[in-house]
């Protein structure tokens, strides 16, 4: 796995918080995310991802914390390339953005794969210090099975993901399919699924100072601050962004339009080859085994590490 895709995976995993009233996923969390997965992973001798010495220095509470995210993290990162499903957002967020009450439950992901956006994706994330065991992956399909589907698609799959270290240190995953009948959650559709997700990344490129913003045709590209890591976003999509209030509620007509705006904005593509998705470089001239080289999700979020990584994992 690449450095980039690992990245790409801790900062838009979720696509959450948005502070209800406050300030909506701010660039220093962009920061903490990518670092916190970079602190807590680095690729061993066989080119696996393995726990560092960092993560093994953690106190148990802190490695349960961290646990958590590199679970929702290896759920994303899993989701993009077994199911072609990058947009996850939680739905306790969803709900909230919409003004309803978030349920009790944990977090659970939903989103939609691609190229057609016909298939409801629900995951239940979970992360592990230690080996999976079953009683944890018992709990995982349970909730699973209660995730909603999207209206509209014609078919769904739910994911139970439990990701953890395995006796050599190396981070793995397992997913299973539990059965069961879906009911749909009224208000989340493709289009509304999609407002949800880019909501949160598009609103924190925009708090960029303008001169940490690459503004072209294709890309808004913003440069961290403090890191040297840069992350962009179509420019279409933040267009669309821009017409949505970036915190509180967003009225059900508003979130509609926007929604029907950024199904047109989010082609449809084919995906034959993840080296093959291009970002706003010509990245076909990077060696293919450099491990600094940009990552580009199939949601179209673009990922560029600069050199000061490569003292960190690959």
């Given at each position: 796995m690449p450095l980039g895709e690992l990245l790409w995976g801790a900062i838009t995993v979720g696509a959450?918080?948005?502070?209800?009233?406050?300030?909506?996923r701010p660039l220093v969390e962009l920061c903490w995310r990518a670092a916190l997965a970079a602190a807590?992973?680095?690729?061993?001798?066989?080119g696996r991802w393995a726990m560092t010495d960092g993560y093994r220095r953690l106190d148990p509470s802190e490695k349960r914390a961290v646990s958590y995210f590199l679970g929702m993290t290896q759920a994303k990162i899993m989701c993009e390339r077994l199911l072609l499903a990058p947009h996850l957002i939680h739905l306790?967020?969803?709900?909230?953005?919409?003004?309803?009450?978030?349920?009790?439950?944990?977090?659970?992901?939903?989103?939609l794969s691609l190229p057609a956006m016909d298939v409801t994706i629900a995951v239940e994330a979970k992360g592990r210090m230690?080996?999976?065991?079953?009683?944890?992956?018992?709990?995982?399909?349970?909730?699973?099975?209660?995730?909603?589907?999207?209206?509209?698609t014609s078919s769904a799959l739910r994911v139970a993901s439990v990701a953890s270290f395995d006796a050599k240190r190396r981070w793995t995953a397992h997913l299973e399919d539990p059965p069961g009948p879906v009911r749909p959650l009224d208000s989340l559709t493709?289009?509304?699924?999609?407002?949800?997700?880019?909501?949160?990344?598009?609103?924190?490129?925009?708090?960029?100072?303008?001169?940490?913003?690459?503004?072209?045709?294709?890309m808004t590209i913003v440069q961290l601050p403090g890191m040297d890591l840069a992350v962009g976003i179509p420019a279409a999509i933040v267009s669309i962004?821009?017409?949505?209030?970036?915190?509180?509620?967003?009225?059900?007509?508003?979130?509609?339009?926007?929604?029907?705006?950024?199904?047109?904005?989010?082609?449809?593509?084919?995906?034959?080859?993840?080296?093959?998705?291009?970002?706003?470089?010509?990245?076909?001239?990077?060696?293919?085994?450099?491990?600094?080289?940009?990552?580009?999700?199939?949601?179209?979020v673009y990922i560029r590490p600069g050199p000061s990584w490569l003292g960190s994992p690959r």
């Open positions: 959450t918080p948005i502070s209800m009233g406050g300030t909506p807590s992973l680095e690729e061993d001798s066989s306790d967020a969803f709900l909230a953005m919409i003004g309803q009450s978030a349920r009790t439950s944990r977090p659970d992901l939903v989103g230690g080996g999976r065991v079953d009683e944890v992956m018992r709990k995982a399909k349970e909730q699973a099975r209660s995730l909603p589907g999207v209206l509209s493709p289009g509304t699924l999609l407002a949800a997700y880019y909501r949160p990344l598009a609103a924190a490129l925009l708090q960029a100072p303008q001169g940490q913003v690459s503004d072209d045709e294709a962004i821009r017409t949505l209030p970036l915190t509180g509620p967003i009225a059900a007509g508003r979130l509609l339009e926007a929604g029907a705006a950024l199904l047109q904005a989010v082609p449809a593509r084919q995906f034959t080859s993840r080296d093959e998705t291009a970002g706003p470089e010509e990245e076909s001239s990077v060696d293919p085994q450099e491990p600094l080289r940009p990552y580009t999700g199939m949601d179209g």
